[in-house]
């Protein structure tokens, strides 16, 4: 069986903006899809395009717990996230794009 990497991941509109959690199997695709407004909905609506945190998961399921635990945190804990390894808040598209 072939082994699978999920990526749970928080988009921003710029620093300390809009904030949305996803959850996906393909990093560098869903995220071009979000900064080419290829997904309608949240992320098209207010402009959240940059990777400002993200982790790796080897269990969809885990990923998908992950999400919604993330999903479920106060705003303060979401930007803490970020900032523990992002003080910058920069877009690290960049890095998973290549």
């Known amino acids: 069986?072939?082994?699978h990497t999920?990526?749970?991941?928080?988009l921003a509109s710029r620093r300390n903006g809009?904030?949305?959690t996803g959850v996906t199997n393909d990093l560098s695709r869903r995220i071009g899809?979000?900064?080419?407004?290829?997904?309608p909905g949240f992320t098209r609506k207010y402009g959240v395009h940059?990777?400002?945190?993200?982790?790796?998961?080897g269990d969809i399921n885990e990923a998908i717990v992950r999400e919604k635990q993330i999903k479920g945190w106060n705003r303060a804990w979401k930007l803490r996230l970020i900032e523990k390894d992002n003080s910058g808040w920069n877009d690290l598209y960049e890095r998973i794009s290549g």
């Open 18 to 20: 809009t904030l949305y």
């Open 1 to 3: 069986m072939k082994d």
């Open 50 to 57: 940059i990777l400002v945190w993200y982790e790796t998961h």
């Open 33 to 39: 899809e979000h900064k080419h407004n290829l997904v």
């Open 6 to 10: 999920y990526f749970v991941y928080i």
